[in-house]
């Protein structure tokens, strides 16, 4: 039965949209990020704690650079302040990747699910 | 023996239909309290999370939402009739409140598709130069993600507008650097449904570059029972 506003309560739901592929496909990558079922084996475990670990760090990575930027942009950091923050932020950045490649996680694998307050990066 | 909790309701005094439950097992009405919850027998200790199950559970608190609107329960709550019953009568006054908000109303559901612009992203061969060069790359990519997320927050602000008086309540999750840019849930009285839809429809010929998903109505999944959920888990109410 149809809503309208003589039958109020009545409520079948209706999905609409034009580009019902488009939301098929982004809506299954949402659901192919979500495990559909635990391991609890040593392997999984480690690399689980790895991607904790690791997007903890990226977070605060993330925060130091735009700290730096920010205070780059201020200009109350000489040019040899700006180069050595720079270059200490390119190796940090370098062996974060490393790091990732060794416990096999992608760029996108380092981050949390907050529920209603969005992702952590 | 214990209970499968699918949702909880006032006004509810009979069920005037046969929906099957979880795993197709008969669906009951328990009162607490002067409080309805729907509810099925069962002696298993966890419920495979299966479509079969899912949909079994969506569709039992879809049954009553023609009659009133229900507070479901989040897949899966197992418990005894005695932790039920406890539940209901601690949190009476919490649960209460909820349904007040919940009153008369449904949940529609809006998802929006953009072509995000292209993030800027530190090459490697800027990960290998001077670490002055570094610093300006980053610079053009944090600049470059501010303007992503001030274009999204518009496009969610814009949204918010051409529904507003429309809604009662709202939950939002904003992606900037994804393509499933915003993931809207709004509380919409049910009179107003037939208003809110056709809102939407002006509002997508206004902006042919965004690709809409709008559904609904459901049960408010959205805005059943959060800080109830937590408080439950964490025993602190």
């Not at chain 1, 689980?48 to 690791?54: F, H, S, T, W």
Request: some cysteine.
């Amino acid at each position: 039965m149809a809503l309208s506003p003589e039958n109020p309560l009545s409520a079948e739901p209706e999905i609409e949209t034009s580009h019902a592929e488009e939301f098929v496909e982004q809506l299954r990558c949402v659901a192919d990020t979500l495990p559909s079922r635990i391991n609890i084996d040593a392997q999984s475990v480690e690399q689980g704690l790895a991607k904790l670990v690791l997007t903890l760090i990226e977070f605060i990575r993330r925060l130091l650079e735009k700290q730096a930027v920010r205070r780059m942009e201020g200009g109350d950091l000489s040019p040899e302040q700006i180069e050595e923050l720079g270059l200490a932020l390119m190796r940090l950045e370098a062996k974060l990747q490393e790091l990732k490649s060794q416990f096999g996680l992608e760029d996108e694998d380092l981050n949390l699910d907050l529920g209603p307050i969005g992702r952590l990066i | 023996m214990k209970l499968y909790a699918y949702c909880l309701a006032e006004d509810l005094d009979t069920l005037d239909h046969s929906q099957p439950g979880i795993a197709g097992a008969p669906v009951r009405l328990l009162k607490i309290d002067n409080l309805a919850v729907l509810i099925s027998d069962t002696t298993i200790d966890a419920v495979p999370v299966t479509k079969e199950n899912a949909l079994a559970h969506a569709a039992v608190v879809r049954s009553i939402l023609d009659q009133t609107t229900p507070l479901p329960f989040r897949f899966g709550t197992l418990v005894t009739e005695r932790q039920l019953g406890s539940y209901v009568s601690a949190r009476k006054p919490a649960l209460k409140k909820k349904l007040a908000h919940v009153r008369g109303c449904v949940e529609m559901s809006v998802k929006i598709i953009w072509d995000a612009p292209d993030g800027i992203r530190t090459t490697n061969a800027e990960l290998s130069g001077t670490g002055t060069d570094f610093l300006t790359a980053k610079r053009r990519e944090i600049l470059g993600d501010e303007q992503r997320a001030k274009q999204a927050t518009e496009i969610s602000d814009w949204l918010r507008e051409r529904v507003s008086g429309l809604t009662r309540d709202e939950q939002a999750i904003l992606r900037p650097s994804e393509r499933l840019l915003l993931s809207a849930a709004h509380l919409v009285e049910r009179a107003n449904i037939e208003r809110y839809r056709t809102q939407l429809v002006e509002a997508r010929q206004n902006r042919p570059e965004l690709h809409f998903l709008i559904s609904g109505p459901w049960p408010p999944y959205s805005f059943a029972n959060i800080e109830l959920e937590f408080s439950s888990q964490f025993g602190v109410s």
